[in-house]
């Protein structure tokens, strides 16, 4: 009796052991189940970004067939647009936005490359660079809405006084000042790249260069800039792509017409539009299919060359840093 | 020979003199620009500025608490989207540095970060808006989540090619599976600096108004309904700032100071948690 008790519990002991040890290599089964997830989620959240980039082409592109197929590539270089009446051609934007992004990129070369240099050379350490370097991303912080908010209640007046008085048409906004307030807006962009850029630049290099004798200046006028002059350019190519794109400050600031002045000083001075500007101002009011896919096809046009710039601005900072 | 390393030098210390100007001349433009929301919009914010939404056109008073809620939700919702996301790729980025769809999916991060903000609304509007037949919350949320990802993924990214690879292996030698080494053991490692990158892409984000224009719209009311249009910070600064009455501009000036001090904040935030990772965002 006492036998048969103690064969039972020890097969019980037996049983419950076995069921210990199958639970754990259940325990391991599951967890290598769940690597395997694990893994393919990080594949899947990859692929997903493929899908989304090229979602947002195919979208742009299928949208814009209808445009594409009946204005065909002269749209690109039509010089009315006229909805009211059918009429679409994109030349007054195109040129409205590389007039403002070129302007703006112009002003704001001098100012980005004195920040690079400043804080890349002259003083890269200590608060006051710190303090420096974190007001110029500040600039890039701000909302761009802030920005046009402000150059419409401040900026606009003091243009249209000054318009007055080198006699153009006093409107305040427009492509002129729209560069300015774009100008500030994309200094960050290249002034912070081109500022670490400059720190990289090897100091047996410098060193050699100022035992020969030569200056500071002669230093990073043969030296520095020579080193990081393609990854100063690729710095403005960033500066530029964000201009081009530049969306809501632009809309406040450049007047909104369609309808290109006769001479450059006009055009220059006056009220115009971008092709951000347009598709923000008439995307929701376009009521027939020509017209919205003609604004589509301008955002198309942005995409592709903003891409494009950008992605080759990235390639040449990839390429700096791999060195 | 003496006089012209006088002229030399002079020429040197000319140089550092422009450099000096130019540089610091910049941040003149940023200053007056804060001052002046500061000035225009303090004077605006007050409790029933905060908590009522707008009076109509001719009434006095209105505030935009339909705004910041709204604003609220839809980056909360961005976010609900775009960290996981955001995280999960720049982990596998940062983990198989070398396979073919890391570099297509690291190109598509190039190429998204350098999308037109217009763009992602006009997409998004053909994605949600035109399906669903409204302008609604979660087509905005959608249109910033996908702003944020890029952000989220070279941040992760980044941060955990920092952290030194021993790390990792000490974990895999004890038999951790690979999962729990990344998420309980990697990612707690460099999680300051995804935070930081979290909280830079929320800055970006919150004054994103372009993108809204076709997706969140705008609503006068207060809505908590994500498939309902829903009123913004940066929209309400953009439909009043466009309108001919006083009040409604000094309604967005307060609107403004309010949008600035998020993001003045979100970024010192961020700068705070940066100081221990050198990273680049």
Redesign the interface.
Known sequence: MEKKDDINSFAKKAKVTLQMKNKRLDLSHS??K??T???R???V??????I??G??LI??IM?SMPSIKSLGLGFLWGKVWDPVNNIYGAYPFLIGTLLTSFTALIISI??SY??S???GE?NSKGWLSEL?K??????A??????????G???LVPIIRSFEAKIGVAPYGVGIFTSSLVLA?MI?PYAASLGT?LIRMVPSPLKEGAYALGA????V?RSVVLPYTRSGLFAGILLSL?RA?????AVT?LIGNTSQLANSFKNIFFGPGNTM?SV??NE??EADHTVYLSA??EL?LV??LV??I???IG?RIISGYTNN | MEARIGLRNTKSILFKSLIIFLAFVITIPLIIVLLYIIKQGVTQVNWHFLTKIPAPVGEAGGGIANALLGSFIIVAAASVIAIPIGMLAGIYLSENGRTRLAYYAGLCVDVLQGVPSIVIGIVVYFWLVKPMGTFSAISGSIALAIMMLPIVIRATEQTLLLLPPSLKEAALSLGVPYHRVILKVVVPCGFAGILSGITLSIARIIGETAPLLFTAFGNPYLSTSLSKPMETLPHVIFTYATSPYDDWHNLAWGASFILLLFVLILNIFTKLLTRKWKIQL
């Open positions: 967890q290598m769940w690597e997830i694990f893994r989620i990080l594949i959240m990859s692929v997903i970004l493929l989304l980039v979602g947002i979208t742009l949208q001098p100012f004195a920040v240099i400043y804080l002259y420096l974190n007001t110029i991303e500040l600039i912080a701000v909302p761009s809405i802030i920005y046009g908010f402000w419409l209640f401040v500030v200094i670490s200056t500071r200046f002669e990073i792509g081009l794109g530049e969306t809501m406040l951000a598709i923000a995307f929701t604004l589509i955002g942005l995409f903003t891409v710039i950008n992605v990235k």
